[in-house]
């Protein structure tokens, strides 16, 4: 089993050394998958997020559905790591939030359980839908106060993907449903 510390380094290392043109192509593969896996469910609201350091650009997607019937929702983050969602309006309104991350910030908050599906970013998954992030539990406390039946899918590039339970977890640790990448759609209910 690898240890949190050893994944994150390592992924980070990884993930940094990727050329421009493999962010891209990459991103625009998982961004149809994202797009197909959206209609295919009919989704009604979806929790996105903006990129950063070298993350699959998720904004990709967001340009695919953001003129479909869907409300698109960002996370912003505050100092004290809690995250809380606001609708997507356009690129022209983003925002920083406290970690310099690109969100939307208007006056009310999207109610986290009127959210069908949330797109997790992540340093690393496994086939099982465990999830290394960055180290504060952002996600994995909002995704506990989530409503029952909503859509855990981790979006990464295939080489942050391990093998089942192959990554080191807690129990506050929340699992993805499935993990979309550039090499399709994974589906890891059937392990949670």
């Known amino acids: 089993m690898y240890s949190k510390i050893a994944v994150r380094k390592e992924m980070s290392s990884k993930r940094l050394n990727l050329k ?7 991103s625009n593969i998982v961004s149809n998958y994202i797009q197909s896996f959206i209609k295919q469910r009919a989704v009604k609201s979806v929790a996105f997020y903006m ?21 698109i929702s960002l996370p912003y983050c505050k100092k004290n790591s809690d995250i809380c969602f606001y609708k997507f309006k356009d690129t022209e309104t983003l925002v920083k939030d406290n970690y310099g991350i690109l969100s939307s910030r208007c006056d009310k908050e999207t109610d986290i359980n009127s959210i069908d599906v949330f797109f997790v970013p992540g340093l690393a998954f496994d086939r099982a839908g465990n999830r290394i992030g960055y180290g504060k539990g952002c996600y994995d406390k909002v995704l506990t106060g989530s409503k029952k039946n909503s ?14 339970n192959e990554i080191e977890i807690t129990q506050n640790d929340i699992k993805m449903h499935y993990l979309i990448c550039e090499k399709g759609i994974i589906n890891c209910s059937d392990n949670i």
Request: with cysteine; hydrophobic share 40%; proline share 0%.
């Open 20 to 26: 421009n043109e493999e962010i891209i192509y990459c």
């Open 51 to 71: 990129s950063i350091k070298n993350e699959v650009k998720i904004e990709f997607a967001i340009d695919k559905v953001k003129y479909e019937n869907i409300k």
């Open 151 to 164: 859509i855990f899918v981790g979006v990464c590039y295939n080489f942050q993907i391990y093998n089942k």
